[in-house]
């Protein structure tokens, strides 16, 4: 008879990252407890892995997935687990979302110099510009935005590379912060590190931040998988995506999108600016959702609703280029 050391192990695909690593491990132990098999991971290098390009450059959209997705559509693996932030809207014929657990703090955070928030670093610059890291256009959007409304000498640097590279800008003294999401930090155990948690009023997060997708492709499968999604966040989610997707933006576009929930009312904020900050165009909408089998129907109506608005109110030529 086999014993449960002889059953196929599930295979698990994930980029090599520290963070992606520990982001799946955290879901192969869920995986293992509600299907009894043992999970392997599967380590697949992506092209946004190896590229030193920035975002903007190689595209942005789909360049941390369509090694995974490659691997699953040819049977390599059973299963990947993707930061859902950089998801393509699109997903590949033959491809099924099993699931999207709970969602981790969704706000972006500082790692900063001696320890200072974002209002301690301007403070006390002296007269000097302060210098702050990353590789987001979102977040060079909102970070100049805010400057300008305080007046304060800040610049933004494009940096790419993991946590680790990112982290070591600061404490090398080449920059005086960087913007990391708390999600991950939190993940990797890092949480510590944070010298300031950016305030959603300040920052909104890119859509799917902090949020996990489960992709598979065997439908029996999929159904079991399912019972590690989460509906609130699935249906915050597709919302934001949906906004994503109307505004015919990628990964690396200025957008930001946050749906948040008030008992079965959800509440979904867009903003599209300019990555200097001269130009941030916010707007929300409001709808409740009754919690049935439409429900993401219903999520994706309002982040389309939001985004025709955006749209309607110049929001294609603040992301550089007309919607198609």
């Given at each position: 008879?086999n014993?449960?050391?002889?059953?196929?192990?599930?295979?698990?695909?994930t980029?090599r990252?520290?963070?992606a690593?520990?982001?799946?491990?955290?879901?192969?132990?869920?995986?293992?407890k509600?299907?009894?098999?043992?999970?392997?991971?599967?380590?697949i290098?992506?092209?946004?892995?190896?590229?030193?390009?920035?975002?903007?450059?190689?595209?942005?959209?789909?360049?941390?997935?369509?090694?995974?997705?490659?691997a699953?559509?040819?049977?390599?693996?059973?299963?990947?687990?993707?930061?859902?932030?950089?998801?393509?809207?699109?997903?590949p014929?033959?491809?099924?979302?099993?699931?999207?657990?709970?969602?981790?703090?969704?706000?972006?955070?500082?790692?900063?110099?001696?320890?200072?928030?974002?209002?301690e670093?301007?403070?006390?610059?002296?007269?000097?510009?302060?210098r702050?890291?990353?590789?987001?256009?979102?977040?060079?959007?909102?970070l100049?935005a805010?400057?300008?409304?305080?007046?304060?000498?800040?610049?933004?640097?494009?940096?790419?590379?993991?946590?680790?590279?990112?982290?070591?800008?600061?404490?090398?003294?080449?920059?005086?912060?960087?913007?990391?999401?708390?999600?991950?930090?939190?993940?990797?155990?890092?949480?510590?590190?944070?010298t300031?948690?950016?305030?959603?009023?300040?920052?909104?997060?890119?859509?799917?931040?902090?949020a996990?997708?489960?992709?598979?492709?065997d439908?029996t499968?999929?159904?079991?998988?399912?019972?590690?999604?989460?509906?609130?966040?699935?249906?915050?989610?597709?919302?934001?995506?949906?906004?994503?997707?109307?505004?015919?933006?990628?990964?690396?576009?200025?957008?930001?999108?946050?749906?948040?929930?008030?008992?079965?009312?959800?509440?979904?904020d867009?903003?599209?600016?300019?990555?200097?900050?001269?130009?941030?165009?916010k707007?929300?909408?409001?709808?409740?959702?009754?919690?049935?089998e439409?429900?993401?129907?219903?999520?994706?109506?309002?982040?389309?609703?939001?985004?025709?608005?955006l749209?309607?109110?110049?929001?294609?030529?603040?992301?550089?280029?007309?919607?198609?």
């Amino acid at each position: 008879m086999n014993g449960p050391e002889t059953v196929t192990p599930l295979r698990l695909g994930t980029r090599r990252s520290a963070l992606a690593m520990a982001q799946s491990g955290m879901v192969a132990e869920e995986v293992a407890k509600i299907t009894g098999r043992r999970v392997e991971l599967v380590e697949i290098t992506t092209y946004g892995d190896v590229s030193r390009e920035s975002l903007a450059q190689i595209g942005g959209t789909g360049v941390f997935v369509s090694a995974l997705r490659d691997a699953l559509l040819e049977g390599r693996i059973d299963l990947a687990v993707h930061s859902l932030k950089d998801l393509p809207t699109a997903a590949p014929a033959g491809l099924l979302l099993a699931a999207v657990p709970e969602r981790e703090d969704v706000r972006d955070a500082l790692v900063a110099r001696d320890g200072l928030t974002l209002a301690e670093l301007v403070g006390k610059a002296g007269g000097r510009t302060v210098r702050i890291g990353t590789g987001s256009p979102r977040r060079m959007a909102q970070l100049n935005a805010w400057a300008r409304a305080h007046g304060a000498d800040l610049e933004t640097v494009a940096i790419r590379g993991n946590v680790d590279t990112r982290i070591n800008f600061v404490t090398s003294g080449e920059l005086d912060a960087v913007v990391l999401a708390t999600a991950g930090l939190n993940r990797l155990g890092r949480h510590a590190e944070i010298t300031d948690h950016l305030d959603t009023a300040l920052m909104l997060p890119a859509p799917g931040q902090g949020a996990l997708a489960v992709e598979c492709v065997d439908p029996t499968l999929a159904a079991v998988l399912a019972r590690l999604d989460h509906a609130p966040t699935r249906a915050a989610v597709v919302a934001e995506r949906a906004l994503l997707a109307t505004l015919e933006a990628g990964c690396s576009a200025p957008v930001a999108a946050l749906a948040t929930w008030a008992g079965t009312e959800l509440r979904l904020d867009g903003v599209v600016g300019t990555t200097d900050g001269a130009e941030l165009l916010k707007m929300s909408a409001n709808g409740p959702l009754v919690p049935d089998e439409t429900a993401e129907e219903q999520a994706a109506a309002l982040g389309r609703a939001l985004a025709t608005r955006l749209l309607d109110t110049g929001a294609a030529n603040l992301m550089g280029e007309r919607a198609r």
